[in-house]
């Protein structure tokens, strides 16, 4: 490794939350350290092509948010003799080696990016990588496998059931009278991998609901139905750490949303605000710290994440995780960490650094 390591920030992606990755993106290369880090800035398009780019993220007009376009040199990962090799292709005959990358930050979110499909691609060609491995990211992206790991822990949890589009298509009534009788409205409708709150939908009646599932499953095959809390407080702390002996967890936040719950035009586009720390008793942090702490092992989770809670009274229930959280100015994760004395390049150099500690570790399994 050279003397200033060569990071790839990578950001866009093919999922819905192309954009949300984009202003993630654009806060980390913002915040980054130069003088620590030698950047390279790679967007990848909603078609999926990886670009080499100039860094600078820019919301053009007529836009409301950035995006990466399909401009510019395709760029591609291949393990060469001496490593990781970044290629350029300049047409279909000629391609140009841009060196050696030692450490990779997928500033991704949703399918495709966040789902543990680049982390297997950045694995297999050896190239070290901020947040969870392969296994984690795939749990931590889809909710009915992560409920299914938290209720194996014995985590506490608002009554939910999981919905198959396929019986959704073929037996709907039946399947709402089984949803009615089983769940008290109000109750919010989840694509099961989706993030951002896209495609979330609250129902207060079968109509609904029914419209909630319809929603959902434009964005995945699998929906989930969960019960509605009310009063309920939306409480998140960050977590950082590679196993469970050096885990560290942020004393909570609290996000008072500007709508009626925190949808995507809440967390984007209208503020809403974000106490930081939260208003709670020493109590309360420590049973959140302690829920928050199972819910980071239950899923193998390493690098860093985000843990969600709902407080309705005294009654505490984790919502979900988040192994790439948003890097946004809007975004609770930094400035969670900001409030616990640690700043934003600060942030960065310590996921830097977690990463390739967690790859020497796992060196020794390599066949």
């Known amino acids: 490794m050279t003397t ?4 790839l920030i990578l950001y866009g992606g093919r999922s819905s ?3 949300v990755s984009c202003l993630s993106a654009r806060s980390v290369l913002e915040a980054i350290d130069r003088d620590r880090y030698e950047v390279v800035p790679v967007g990848i398009t909603r078609e999926g092509r990886w670009v080499l780019t100039d860094g600078r993220i820019e919301t053009l007009p007529g836009e409301t948010l950035p995006q990466v376009r399909d401009v510019g040199p395709t760029v591609s990962l291949v393990l060469g003799r001496p490593g990781p090799v970044l290629v350029r292709f300049d047409d279909e005959a000629s391609h140009t080696n841009l060196g050696t990358v030692d450490v990779a930050f997928p500033v991704l979110h949703g399918p495709y990016g966040e789902d543990g499909t680049v982390q297997g691609l950045l694995a297999s060609v050896g190239v070290p990588y901020v947040g969870a491995d392969v296994t984690s990211s795939s749990l931590g992206v889809d909710k009915r496998a992560m409920k299914n790991a938290f209720k194996a822990r014995g985590l506490p949890q608002v009554a939910y059931l999981p919905v198959r589009q396929d019986r959704w298509q073929s037996e709907r009534g039946a ?8 769940l008290e409205y109000p109750l919010f409708v989840k694509p099961a991998r989706q993030g951002s709150s896209i495609g979330i939908t609250k129902a207060t009646d079968r109509d609904t609901l029914s419209a909630g599932l319809d929603e959902a ?5 699998v929906a989930i139905v969960e019960v509605g809390l009310d009063p309920v407080r939306e409480i998140e702390v960050g977590a950082l750490g590679n196993n469970e002996h050096d885990l560290r967890i942020t004393r909570p936040g609290e996000i008072k949303p500007s709508h009626e719950f925190y949808d995507f035009e809440a967390k984007y586009l209208d503020a ?6 939260a208003e709670i008793d020493d109590a309360v942090a420590a049973r959140i710290d302690a829920i928050a702490r199972q819910a980071y092992l239950a899923i193998g989770c390493r690098g860093m994440a985000r843990i969600d809670f709902f407080l309705s009274g005294d009654r505490l229930y984790v919502n979900e995780i988040n192994t790439i959280p948003g890097f946004t100015p809007a975004s609770i994760f930094p400035r969670l960490w900001q409030a616990n004395g640690l700043s934003y390049p600060e942030l960065i150099d310590q996921l830097f650094q977690l990463a390739l500690d967690a790859a020497r570790s796992e060196q020794k399994y390599a066949p």
Do not use: C, I, M
């Not at 399947?175 to 089983?182: C, I, R």
């Not at 809403?272 to 720390?277: A, F, H, M, Q, W």
């Open 272 to 277: 809403s605000e974000l106490v930081v720390p």
């Open 17 to 19: 939350e192309h954009e």
């Open 175 to 182: 399947l709402l009278d089984e949803l009615e009788g089983a």
């Open 4 to 7: 200033r390591p060569r990071a």
């Open 217 to 221: 499953f434009t964005y995945d095959r």
